[in-house]
């Protein structure tokens, strides 16, 4: 059944690296679609999202996971499972970073755990179209002092869709021969309302910039999907009430604009007509409870 789909370069590939490294921003462009949640500020991927990039003579099944940092609760030891899991089982790891940040301790962290995975490593620098030629060695060189053998090494600006192509071609001469696991007309493994809370919280992260990031959620409470709309109601979880009204807003303001932008990002992603309603509500310590963690999908299972 599986040789149906097609034959060439297949495997799976894991994206590693330091919170706002590009990770997500290399994800979307590769695919075509935007998958994963991109903003500036970091720590926007939470989930451990697939997408599945398809052509003739190779199928490359990527991993996005969440940038990699210091544990803080329980959430971040669930995201530092996923990404330690995703090493593991997959073929290749792509270890993207950030040359015009100085290398730090997250830096040293990726570096190591992609090391210890012991897979195929390209080192990946992103937003070489800014960075400097002595930023970029020496990014290259703390890097590699953490590996036995020099990986490869490949230069690119996700942003501006600079070198995507190539590090794909690279990708597939590094993935073994076998059956498509996917069909070709099939670029994620996520359901469209999963998809819907990441692009939901990126337009709350990027309009509210650095107050609450690590403090704000969002759940799909109803979602009824007709052949030319989508009625969406939604939750925006904070932990206390003052964040509640960073949210909302002077005259209810914030949550107007959050309610815009995300509508039209769905809109376009989703190629329909969108009807949002966004909700706020305070659930304190939410980061810390389980159970809800896991209903987000934010579990490392």
């Known amino acids: 059944m599986l040789e149906d789909y097609g034959y060439g370069n297949c495997g799976y590939v894991a994206i590693v690296g330091r919170p706002n490294a590009g990770k997500s ?24 999202w697939v997408g599945i990039f398809t052509d003739d003579d190779a199928q490359i099944i990527f991993s996005d996971t969440p940038g990699i940092h210091e544990s803080k609760n329980r959430m971040d030891e669930m995201m530092d499972r996923t990404i330690k899991r995703a090493i593991d089982k997959n073929d290749i790891t792509l270890l993207l970073c950030d040359p015009m940040r ?28 800014k960075a400097s030629a002595e930023e970029k060695r020496e990014m290259e060189s703390n890097y590699s002092a ?26 597939k001469e590094l993935l073994p021969k076998g059956p498509f696991l996917y069909p070709d007309d099939q670029i994620a493994d996520a359901f469209l309302r999963d998809i819907g809370e990441d692009i939901i919280r990126e337009s709350a992260l990027e309009l509210l910039h650095s107050e609450l990031p690590h403090s704000l959620a969002v759940m799909i409470d109803k979602w009824d999907e007709r052949e030319k709309k989508i009625k969406i109601e939604a939750t925006v979880l904070v932990e206390r009430e003052s964040q509640k009204q960073i949210v909302i807003g002077s005259g209810g303001k ?14 376009k992603s989703f190629e329909k ?9 305070v659930m304190p310590d939410w980061q810390n409870r389980i159970g809800l963690l896991k209903e987000m999908n934010l579990n490392d299972k």
């Open 102 to 129: 100085e290398f730090g301790m997250e830096d040293e962290m990726a570096a190591k755990a992609a090391a210890a995975g012991g897979k195929p490593t390209i080192l990946v620098l992103n937003k070489c179209d």
């Open 146 to 171: 953490h590996f036995s053998e020099k990986p490869k090494i490949h230069h690119m600006s996700a942003l501006n869709n600079e070198g995507v192509n190539e590090l794909l071609e690279l990708i």
């Open 254 to 267: 914030m949550v107007q604009e959050i309610q815009r932008q995300s509508r039209s990002k769905l809109g």
């Open 25 to 48: 921003t290399f994800v979307n462009q590769a695919l075509g679609y935007k998958l994963a949640a991109v903003s500036r500020v970091p720590h926007t991927t939470r989930r451990r």
């Open 273 to 281: 007509f969108v009807d949002l309603r966004l909700f706020v509500k």
